[in-house]
Nanobody, 120 residues
């Protein structure tokens, strides 16, 4: 089992910055991928950014150039640095960890979510 705890959400003005943090605990040695998703009210959860064990990161087109995901393997942590925030970035942000149990099985773990509100 992996337990994810997020922090860093809040209210920020358009154009502002915010950093979300997530720390994993429990059986973390099988985690191969960590990511941030978000859910806009009334919509499904969408991938914002992900980073693999090799440090390679991918981003949704809507956040490229504004958001940066960074993973600290030693601390089992992942941060999402958000700059140039827009009202449409308002959402509940979720930390995700994928743990490979076997060649055919991946366990998915989610944090409790943290609210980010971009408004003047």
């Amino acid at each position: 089992q992996v337990h994810l705890v997020e922090s860093g959400g809040g209210l920020v003005q358009p154009g502002g910055s915010l950093t979300l943090s997530c720390v994993a605990s429990g059986t973390t040695n099988n985690i191969f991928e960590m990511a941030w998703y978000r859910r806009v009210s009334g919509s499904g959860r969408e991938l914002v950014a992900q980073v693999g064990a090799d440090g390679q990161a991918t981003y949704d087109d809507s956040v490229k150039g504004r958001f940066t995901i960074r993973r600290d393997m030693a601390k089992n942590a992942v941060d999402l640095q958000m700059t140039g925030l827009r009202p449409e970035d308002t959402a509940v942000y979720y930390c995700y960890a994928g743990a490979r149990i076997s060649a055919m099985q991946i366990d998915n773990y989610w944090g409790q979510g943290t609210q980010v509100t971009v408004s003047s």
